[in-house]
C-alpha cells in the first residue's frame, strides 16, 4: 500500500518535468496577454504586403532601416520554418541573449536589447501561446543589406558596444503601479526601440531615451514621447495617454497612423487596462527632452 503511494509520487513528479521541445512550462492563456502588451509582435506579421489575410506571425516582413532590409522571422510553432522544435531555454536565450539555438547572432532589428529584460514568466508564458498557434510552412529569407551589415559575426562588436543584458531592476523608491509601468515600458511592449533615437551603430542612445527618432523602424518618424511640453507630449494627463494606447486617438482628435496603429490594433487595445495605466504613469515621469523632430525625406 505505502509502496504504491511511493510510486504514485514518483510518477506525479515525471509528469513536472519539462520534455526537451515542448512547452510546458507557461500559461498559454496569461501569454496571449503578454503578447498584447508587446504590441501583438506584429513585425513578425507581414501586414503591409499582404494585408489582412497575411498569415499570422510567420514572418516575412521587411523592415527597413539605415542599414539595410530586414525580413522578420516565422515565429509560428512549424518545425522546419519556424520555432517549433524549440526548447524553452532555446526561446529565452533568443529573446535575452539575441543568438539563436545554433548559436548564431541576431541582427539588432530584433529588439532582444528590450526583451532581455523580461521576466522567466512572461518569456515562458509568451512561449507557451505561441506553440497553440497555427504552424505555418514558410522559409526566413537573408537580409537585404551590404557587407558587414549582412554578417552576422559582426554583430559581436555590436553587441559589446551596444547591448546591455537583464534583468529588470526594480525601483524601491516608487510603487508598484510605476515599476510595472517601467518594466511594461522598457521590456515588454518596448516603446524605446521605436522612440529612442539611435546612435551612428544603430544602438539605443539612451542619453535621450523616448525624445523621438526621426528615421524609426520602415523610416517612420516615431514621435518625442518624453515629458516635454513643447515637443513631447508633457500636456497629455495619465489618461489622455491610457486612451490613446487603447484606441490610438491623440488628446486632439486626430488618430495615430502607421507602426503605432498597428501595435495598437493588433496588441495594446486588447492589454489589460490596469497594465495601459502603468505604462501612462510611469510615462509621465521620463525626464523632458526638448527635441523638435523633422521628417526626413525619404
Ligand atoms: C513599432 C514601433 C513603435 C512602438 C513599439 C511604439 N511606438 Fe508609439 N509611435 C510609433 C510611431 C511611428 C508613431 C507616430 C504615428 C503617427 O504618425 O501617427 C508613434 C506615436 C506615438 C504617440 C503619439 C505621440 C504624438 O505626439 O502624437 C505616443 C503617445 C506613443 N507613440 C506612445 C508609445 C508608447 C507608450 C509605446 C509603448 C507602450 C509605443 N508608443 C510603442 C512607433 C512605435
Given at each position: 500500500m505505502q509502496r504504491n503511494f511511493i510510486w504514485l509520487g514518483f510518477a506525479a513528479l515525471l509528469t513536472l518535468l519539462p520534455l526537451p521541445?515542448?512547452?510546458?512550462?507557461?500559461?498559454a492563456e496569461r501569454g496571449l496577454q503578454v503578447l498584447r502588451i508587446a504590441?501583438?509582435?506584429?513585425?513578425?506579421?507581414?501586414y503591409p504586403g499582404e494585408?489582412?489575410?497575411?498569415?499570422?506571425?510567420a514572418g516575412g516582413r521587411a523592415l527597413s532601416s539605415p542599414f539595410g532590409v530586414y525580413y522578420s522571422s516565422?515565429?509560428?510553432?512549424?518545425p522546419e520554418t519556424g520555432i517549433?522544435?524549440?526548447s524553452d531555454a532555446d526561446f529565452i536565450r533568443a529573446m535575452?541573449?539575441?543568438?539563436?539555438?545554433?548559436g548564431r547572432n541576431y541582427f539588432p532589428v530584433f529588439p532582444y536589447t528590450a526583451f532581455t529584460f523580461m521576466s522567466d514568466r512572461d518569456l515562458l508564458d509568451l512561449r507557451a501561446y505561441l506553440t497553440t498557434l497555427e504552424p505555418i510552412r514558410r522559409a526566413n529569407l537573408p537580409p537585404d543589406a551590404p557587407f558587414p551589415f549582412s554578417?552576422?559575426?559582426?554583430i559581436t562588436p555590436w553587441k559589446w558596444l551596444n547591448f546591455e543584458t537583464g534583468p529588470w531592476q526594480e525601483n524601491s523608491n516608487r510603487d508598484a503601479t510605476w515599476n510595472r509601468g517601467h518594466y511594461l515600458v522598457q521590456?515588454?511592449?518596448?516603446?524605446?526601440?521605436?522612440h529612442t533615437p539611435r546612435t551612428l551603430?544603430?544602438?539605443?542612445d539612451l542619453q535621450n531615451s523616448?525624445?523621438?527618432?526621426?528615421?524609426?523602424?520602415?523610416g517612420e518618424l516615431a514621435p518625442?514621447?518624453?515629458?516635454?511640453d513643447q515637443t513631447g507630449?508633457?500636456?497629455?494627463?495619465i489618461p489622455d495617454i491610457t486612451w490613446f494606447l487603447e484606441?490610438?486617438?491623440?488628446?486632439?482628435g486626430d488618430d495615430t497612423q502607421g507602426l503605432m496603429a498597428e501595435v495598437i490594433q493588433?496588441?495594446?487595445?486588447?492589454?489589460e487596462p490596469d497594465d495601459l495605466r502603468a505604462i501612462a504613469t510611469y510615462l509621465k515621469t521620463v525626464p523632458p527632452i526638448h527635441n523638435a523632430l523633422v521628417v526626413e525625406s525619404k
Open positions: 521541445g515542448l512547452s510546458d512550462g507557461g500559461d504590441g501583438g509582435c506584429t513585425c513578425h506579421t507581414n494585408g489582412d489575410s497575411a498569415p499570422l506571425l516565422n515565429i509560428t510553432p512549424d517549433g522544435n524549440w535575452r541573449d539575441g543568438v539563436s539555438p545554433e554578417w552576422r559575426p559582426a521590456a515588454v511592449a518596448h516603446c524605446g526601440e521605436c551603430t544603430g544602438g539605443l523616448m525624445a523621438g527618432s526621426a528615421s524609426g523602424p520602415e518625442n514621447i518624453t515629458s516635454d507630449i508633457g500636456r497629455w494627463s484606441i490610438g486617438l491623440k488628446p486632439d493588433h496588441g495594446y487595445a486588447s492589454a
